[in-house]
């Protein structure tokens, strides 16, 4: 047996190619952890520079040393080989030079055969193995936040900011948690919910707190949370509204497929470390701006004196929200919060709900009218987009079932299933009329069908706006 000593250098080459595949799997890794921390929009953006280049200088160390070790052990063995060829009995040692490109018979039964083998520099393998890993690396990337990511985004993401801060009326605080409280359990299945606290002393981080960050499920967290609040320290309004702004941006948090929102209850109208209206009004718009994000904005003041009231409705004018809901007692507070954490998004989503059947109602009427006078083409055509009308309010109808936790809630998912019903009737209604058209059979018997079913849908639609009246009566609109 032969043994061959290994020397420093193929040390080092090995040692190389360690190195290069660590700075690899952590350049990638790093890349996994930017993927998942980052906002989706950053990351689409800079995805394919940051990490990409801490890959390449890895990927490059990697292939340089495994080829480089590679080289060493080829020519190790050539070295070895006619001593082990030596040892060997019976085995006649032949040298032949070799000029052609042909296969040359050595003695009765040997035969050899030119291979010809281009020698690849190091370099180039690495950058090829790293553009193809890039490539993968940021396919995976875009896949990740434009498909994998939104489908499994919550439908609402909604901060809660409560006022913590001493008050004149010490049972105040305790209204608003109660409040909250009954809100949360009729929240959204798929609604991811957070909460915040302000009040406290200025210039202290202690001043606003995140009680739970977002998370959908969590209403039980959010509940025992808000039962422990106790007042205390002046009302640092400004400082609540910037930190939870921030909130919505912070790592490992995803957008909402419908809306960002924050819900204020406050029972104070002023800053206690903020005078300067002006400022405050700058503040508010920078960070929402910075932000990034369309947030929307609710306030309701809750036994907010008069005199303080016109700087709240200039804090809600620099948040792009309505105008704060005033409310004087528990009663009113528990209905206006309830409408605009749960009734606000029943209406939005029924009349989401509605536009599109409204938008599937004049395609098909088109259509009718094409086959009334003979052109076929566009009226195939405007059918086929008035049935992917009808099949694409999945996501609408989802979000909707999630908040029928109320028989007024549970009246619009009814009426909307039932309209979303009527519309197919009516479209497949159309779709009969053009069959007809087509095989030349008289129109009328099929246009009597049509006719019955738009008039049931219609009546449906009429049942519809009747159940959404009520709802469109914000009682934050009331004086």
């Not at 290994?6 to 190619?17: I, L, Q």
């Not at 499994?152 to 008050?167: E, G, H, I, K, S």
């Not at 049972?171 to 919910?193: C, E, Q």
């Not at 999630?402 to 197919?424: F, N, Y």
Request: glycine share 8%; hydrophobic share 45%; with cysteine.
């Amino acid at each position: 047996m032969i043994s061959r000593v290994v020397d420093d250098a193929d040390m080092t080459r090995s040692a190389v190619a360690w190195a290069g595949g660590l700075v690899t799997a952590m350049a990638f890794g790093g890349m996994a952890v930017y993927f998942a921390v980052v906002r989706p929009d950053d990351a689409d953006k800079s995805a394919s520079m940051i990490g990409l280049f801490a890959a390449v200088a890895g990927m490059g160390v990697a292939v340089y040393g495994a080829v480089a070790a590679r080289r060493a052990r080829r020519r190790a063995a050539m070295a070895d080989a006619p001593a082990e060829r030596a040892a060997r009995p019976y085995v006649k040692q032949l040298t032949v030079q070799v000029t052609g490109s042909r296969g040359i018979l050595i003695g009765d039964h040997g035969h050899q055969e030119n291979v010809f083998h281009v020698d690849v520099p190091a370099v180039l393998w690495a950058s090829l193995v790293t553009l193809i890993a890039s490539v993968l690396a940021v396919g995976a990337g875009r896949l990740y936040f434009d498909w994998f990511s939104p489908e499994f985004a919550p439908n609402y993401r909604t901060q809660f900011l409560v006022d913590a801060a001493d008050a004149a009326d010490p049972a105040g605080l305790a209204a608003v948690t109660t409040s909250l409280r009954k809100a949360i359990g009729n929240s959204g299945d798929h609604d991811a919910l957070s909460l915040r606290r302000f009040g406290g002393e200025c210039g202290t981080s202690g001043n606003t707190t995140r009680l739970a960050g977002f998370a959908t499920g969590n209403r039980q967290k959010i509940t025992n949370e808000a039962a422990r609040i106790r007042a205390g320290g002046g009302p640092t309004l400004v400082r609540g509204i910037v930190e939870a702004v921030e909130d919505f941006s912070k790592p490992l948090t995803s957008k909402a497929r419908q809306v960002d929102r924050i819900i204020v209850v406050t029972r104070h109208g002023v800053d206690a470390c903020d005078s300067d209206t002006s400022y405050v009004e700058n503040e508010i718009r920078d960070r929402i701006g910075a932000a990034g994000l369309s947030l929307e904005f609710r306030l309701i003041g809750y036994q907010v004196p008069e005199g303080q009231r016109r700087t709240l409705d200039r804090i809600a004018t620099a948040a792009k929200a309505p105008r704060p809901a005033y409310v004087k007692n528990a009663t009113e507070l528990q209905r206006t919060l309830n409408w605009y954490a749960n009734t606000e998004p029943v209406l939005k989503g029924a009349q989401s709900i509605v536009d599109t059947l409204n938008t599937t109602v004049t395609q098909v009427n088109t259509a009718v009218q094409a086959i009334v006078n003979g052109r076929l083409d566009l009226a195939d055509s405007t059918l086929g987009r008035a049935r992917k009308s009808v099949d694409g309010t999945a996501a609408q109808f989802g979000d909707l079932a999630a908040r029928a936790k109320d028989v007024t809630a549970r009246d619009v998912r009814d009426r909307a299933l039932r309209l979303r019903e009527k519309q197919r009737r009516v479209v497949a209604a159309a779709d009969a009329l053009l069959k007809a058209a087509r095989a030349g059979s008289p129109l009328d018997p099929q246009l009597t069908v049509f006719q019955q079913a738009a008039k049931d849908y219609n009546n449906e639609v009429n049942g519809m706006n009747q159940a959404l009246a009520p709802l469109r009566a914000n009682p934050a609109k009331k004086p």
